[in-house]
């Protein structure tokens, strides 16, 4: 029997997978730039000195989550609830106490982290040359912050615009650029971290911009309601920080107890990993205001197909890039100069780790977005304690390869323990037709390259293994067929040289 259309459902997944589709170019771009900069820093400073900027760059992560405190979510969720309660007054006032808070805190821990930097570069880091970059990393942290929150806000408007052009395609733009510029004269580390602060210079004036354009005019006073929304920030906030801490306290380990070169090998690594689910950051930005509209207006239905969905998409597009970095991990780290390609276990188990995290889907966003961040936070915070823990138990013993194998598991353990939660509080599961076939066909591919890989030469493993993923994956999944889904948005694209009507998720 085929099932009922639900046009209103329709509607939203095309929404979300046009806002995803944007969001997934711009991504590619991002992480595409993302990887040349890498490239660029390995190889123009070298193990060792890469290590350093790592290590100052997940300062400048976990800082500007403090200083954010969790007023980037909190605005995507009351802007968008405000919204779909037709509260103009609501959402002004949310957007300016939201960015009065932020940039508060991020003023008044730049000026301590900046008076700190060559203590910290000396008793924690044992490590002076980390002085310098830890005081850019200072000035950095206000603008890093504010651009945060302010596309945040941007986001509640159900428009990923402004997240898409700015964060993924105009700041890794900017960094890209005057890094290649500043390096090749020889500037250096220095050079690095002048290119840092411009991109976010940049990005923290643009984002101001769009979000101004997106407020308009209106004449309904601003309504603050510091209690609700500080409330949410402060949950959210810890539930992100946690997460963040997820990311980078192994960073932050790794430069404690080991040398800034096995940094800079662990973050290589790492910078893969991330390439290889780059499609997740689009999708979960598209999905998460529609989390907070179907909830508050009741649509438990096209929520929870939504919700599989966006996992299915998640799951599909990044599963080729999971194999080929899964088997020739020596290969691609190869390309970023000699003694790189050392990370390629730390490689293989980070891979297994984040591919677990893909294929839970958006289920944080889930918790968080329909208004229970305190189970979220309870969750990340357990997990980053036994990340941390791990950490030191396991880096002294086995170096990087404990650490990769710490975040994996913890990471790990944290999605699955998501998944139950929403199935039990919210009766979803994140697991559907579309999911089953992708796993299918890249069961499929994986055993057509490993027996492909017999009959390449040695010096064409790489491309002809990314091939035959590729070509067999694509293949496996047109034979198995299309979900009603994947038809959607084929039609979508198919009238995207006509008019198309408004988007409407209320």
Known sequence: MTPERDPRGDREIVGMARGGGLNLVSSAFSHVADLG????????????????YWQSYAVLALLSLVAVSGTGSALTRYVAVYRAERDPGGVRGTVRLGLAVTIFVALLMG???????????????DDTRLASPLRAVAVTLPLFAFAHAALGATKGFKTMK?????????????????????LLRGAGLPGAMVALFVSH??????????????????????????????GFSFV??????????????????????????????????????????????????SFAPRIATLYQQGRADTLRRTYAAATSWIVRLSLPAFIIISLYPRELLSFFGPGFAVGAAVTVILAAGKFVDAGTGPCALMLNMSGRPVINMTNNIVVLVLNVTLNIWLI????????????????????????VQVRMIMGMLPFGAGMAKGLIAGGGALVAVVAARSFAPPELALATGAGVVVVSFVALNLILGLTAEDRLILGMLGRLGRPRAADSGN
Not at 42 to 52: H, T, W
Request: with cysteine; glycine share 8%.
């Open 396 to 419: 002294p013993i086995y170096g990087i390869i404990g650490s990769a194998a710490a975040w994996a598991a913890a990471l790990a353990l944290v999605n699955l323990a998501r998944v």
């Open 37 to 52: 900069l890498s490239l660029l820093l390995a190889r123009e400073l070298g193990r060792s000195i890469v290590g350093v």
């Open 162 to 182: 402004p997240f898409a052009l700015i964060h993924l395609v105009l700041e890794p733009s900017l960094r890209l650029s005057f890094a290649a510029v500043l």
């Open 111 to 125: 000026a301590c982290l900046y008076g700190a930097a060559g203590w910290l570069a000396d008793q924690a880091f």
């Open 236 to 285: 959210s906030w810890m539930a992100t920080l946690a997460t963040s801490g997820l990311t980078w306290a192994d960073t932050i380990l790794i430069g404690i107890f080991l040398s800034s070169s096995d940094v800079g090998v662990y973050n290589v690594a790492t910078r893969l990993v991330v390439l290889a689910s780059f499609v997740m950051l689009p999708i979960n930005a």
């Open 201 to 230: 210079l940049g990005a923290a004036l643009t984002s101001a911009v769009a979000l101004r354009r997106l407020m308009g005019r209106s004449a309904a006073a601003p309504k603050y309601r510091p209690r609700q929304l500080l």
